[in-house]
Nanobody, 125 residues
Framework: QVQLVESGGGSVQAGGSLRISCAAS????????MGWFRQAPGKEREGVAC????????RYADSVKGRFTISQDNAKNTLHLQMNSLTPEDTGMYFC??????????????????WGQGTQVTVSS
Protein backbone atom coordinates (compact mmCIF):
# COMPACT_ATOMS: atom_id res chain seq x y z
CA GLN A 1 0.00 0.00 0.00
CA VAL A 2 1.40 3.36 -1.04
CA GLN A 3 1.36 6.15 1.50
CA LEU A 4 2.50 9.71 0.93
CA VAL A 5 3.04 12.12 3.80
CA GLU A 6 3.93 15.76 3.20
CA SER A 7 5.80 18.01 5.58
CA GLY A 8 7.55 21.36 5.69
CA GLY A 9 4.77 23.78 4.83
CA GLY A 10 4.40 27.06 6.61
CA SER A 11 4.21 30.81 6.26
CA VAL A 12 6.80 32.97 4.56
CA GLN A 13 7.04 36.49 3.25
CA ALA A 14 7.15 37.25 -0.44
CA GLY A 15 10.60 36.70 -1.86
CA GLY A 16 11.39 34.02 0.66
CA SER A 17 12.06 30.32 0.29
CA LEU A 18 10.55 27.13 1.59
CA ARG A 19 11.23 23.43 1.10
CA ILE A 20 8.49 20.88 1.41
CA SER A 21 8.99 17.14 1.48
CA CYS A 22 7.01 13.99 0.87
CA ALA A 23 7.84 10.70 2.56
CA ALA A 24 6.76 7.84 0.33
CA SER A 25 6.26 4.34 1.64
CA UNK A 26 5.25 1.34 -0.41
CA UNK A 27 6.10 3.06 -3.71
CA UNK A 28 8.59 0.68 -5.28
CA UNK A 29 8.29 1.42 -8.99
CA UNK A 30 11.68 2.17 -10.45
CA UNK A 31 10.21 3.86 -13.51
CA UNK A 32 7.28 5.72 -12.11
CA UNK A 33 6.54 9.37 -11.72
CA MET A 34 5.90 11.62 -8.78
CA GLY A 35 4.69 15.16 -8.68
CA TRP A 36 3.65 18.17 -6.69
CA PHE A 37 0.29 19.84 -7.11
CA ARG A 38 -1.26 22.83 -5.40
CA GLN A 39 -4.72 24.12 -4.83
CA ALA A 40 -5.74 27.59 -3.74
CA PRO A 41 -9.16 28.28 -2.24
CA GLY A 42 -11.81 28.40 -4.94
CA LYS A 43 -9.42 27.19 -7.63
CA GLU A 44 -8.76 23.90 -9.32
CA ARG A 45 -5.81 21.74 -8.39
CA GLU A 46 -2.88 22.52 -10.66
CA GLY A 47 0.29 20.66 -11.43
CA VAL A 48 3.48 22.34 -10.24
CA ALA A 49 6.32 19.90 -10.90
CA CYS A 50 6.93 16.30 -11.83
CA UNK A 51 9.90 13.96 -11.72
CA UNK A 52 10.22 10.72 -13.62
CA UNK A 53 11.81 8.44 -11.08
CA UNK A 54 13.57 6.24 -13.62
CA UNK A 55 15.87 8.82 -15.18
CA UNK A 56 15.29 11.79 -12.89
CA UNK A 57 13.99 14.05 -15.65
CA UNK A 58 11.71 16.84 -14.53
CA ARG A 59 8.85 18.98 -15.79
CA TYR A 60 7.55 22.25 -14.40
CA ALA A 61 4.56 24.49 -14.77
CA ASP A 62 5.48 27.73 -16.54
CA SER A 63 4.49 29.72 -13.47
CA VAL A 64 7.24 28.14 -11.34
CA LYS A 65 10.05 27.52 -13.84
CA GLY A 66 13.32 28.91 -12.59
CA ARG A 67 11.98 29.26 -9.04
CA PHE A 68 11.00 25.74 -7.96
CA THR A 69 13.09 22.59 -8.04
CA ILE A 70 11.77 19.07 -7.58
CA SER A 71 14.16 16.36 -6.45
CA GLN A 72 14.14 12.84 -5.12
CA ASP A 73 16.19 11.15 -2.43
CA ASN A 74 16.02 7.50 -3.40
CA ALA A 75 17.83 6.29 -0.30
CA LYS A 76 15.18 7.87 1.91
CA ASN A 77 12.19 7.43 -0.43
CA THR A 78 11.57 11.13 -0.14
CA LEU A 79 10.45 13.74 -2.64
CA HIS A 80 11.33 17.41 -2.17
CA LEU A 81 10.18 20.68 -3.62
CA GLN A 82 12.49 23.64 -3.12
CA MET A 83 10.57 26.87 -3.62
CA ASN A 84 12.42 30.17 -4.05
CA SER A 85 11.31 33.72 -4.80
CA LEU A 86 7.88 32.94 -3.49
CA THR A 87 4.96 35.24 -4.26
CA PRO A 88 1.46 35.44 -2.76
CA GLU A 89 0.21 33.66 -5.88
CA ASP A 90 2.09 30.56 -4.69
CA THR A 91 -0.17 30.30 -1.65
CA GLY A 92 -2.15 27.08 -1.43
CA MET A 93 -2.31 23.53 -0.22
CA TYR A 94 0.50 21.52 -1.74
CA PHE A 95 -0.05 17.85 -2.46
CA CYS A 96 2.41 15.10 -3.24
CA UNK A 97 1.23 12.55 -5.81
CA UNK A 98 2.52 9.37 -7.36
CA UNK A 99 1.61 7.30 -10.37
CA UNK A 100 2.08 3.63 -11.23
CA UNK A 101 3.72 2.85 -14.58
CA UNK A 102 3.25 3.43 -17.42
CA UNK A 103 4.25 7.05 -17.51
CA UNK A 104 1.69 9.71 -18.32
CA UNK A 105 1.28 13.44 -18.72
CA UNK A 106 3.38 15.03 -15.98
CA UNK A 107 1.10 17.76 -14.61
CA UNK A 108 -2.38 16.31 -14.99
CA UNK A 109 -3.91 15.42 -11.64
CA UNK A 110 -6.20 12.75 -13.07
CA UNK A 111 -3.16 10.73 -14.18
CA UNK A 112 -1.98 10.11 -10.63
CA UNK A 113 -3.02 7.16 -8.49
CA UNK A 114 -1.84 8.12 -5.02
CA TRP A 115 -2.13 11.34 -3.04
CA GLY A 116 -0.94 12.75 0.24
CA GLN A 117 -3.04 14.82 2.59
CA GLY A 118 -1.31 18.07 1.71
CA THR A 119 0.72 20.73 3.45
CA GLN A 120 -0.23 24.40 3.57
CA VAL A 121 2.03 27.07 2.11
CA THR A 122 1.14 30.69 2.78
CA VAL A 123 3.06 33.58 1.25
CA SER A 124 2.34 37.05 2.55
CA SER A 125 3.08 40.29 0.73
Amino acid sequence: QVQLVESGGGSVQAGGSLRISCAASGYTYRRGQMGWFRQAPGKEREGVACIYTGDGSTRYADSVKGRFTISQDNAKNTLHLQMNSLTPEDTGMYFCAARRPPLAAPLVAAEYNYWGQGTQVTVSS
